[in-house]
Nanobody, 120 residues
Framework: QVHLVQSGGGLVQAGGSLTLSCAAS????????IGWYRQAPGKQRELVAG???????DYADAVKGRFIVSRDNTKNTVYLYMTSLKPEDTAVYYC??????????????WGQGTQVTVSS
């Protein structure tokens, strides 16, 4: 069964940068749609960045110009590059990928989440 493995995150000072990665455990699977979400304490999970199946990128207003979402098809891995981090970016970040075996139905999977803490 396929699952997602997230890495990256941690503690950084305001203005710093971090990179999150999210890899599908089965390299031969196709990634169709990509979403990066975050959930801060006491708040709902929100979408911060994504890539649609046609390759379009979209970002939440709060992170535009600071975050970049990308993918490496050779590694079946997606990334979230975060720069100019602010204390309000502190949250648990989750990747959410729409996957298939490239022939069968598409299913959504969640990563395990990774903590990002930005100190002021």
């Amino acid at each position: 069964q396929v699952h997602l493995v997230q890495s990256g995150g941690g503690l950084v000072q305001a203005g710093g940068s971090l990179t999150l990665s999210c890899a599908a455990s089965i390299r031969t699977f196709c990634i169709h749609t990509i979403g990066w979400y975050r959930q801060a304490p006491g708040k709902q999970r929100e979408l911060v960045a994504g890539i649609t199946s046609d390759g379009s990128r979209d970002y939440a207003d709060a992170v535009k110009g600071r975050f970049i979402v990308s993918r490496d098809n050779t590694k079946n891995t997606v990334y979230l590059y975060m720069t100019s981090l602010k204390p309000e970016d502190t949250a648990v970040y989750y990747c959410n990928l729409e996957l298939s075996d490239c022939d069968g139905p598409r299913l959504w999977y969640w990563g395990q989440g990774t903590q990002v803490t930005v100190s002021s």
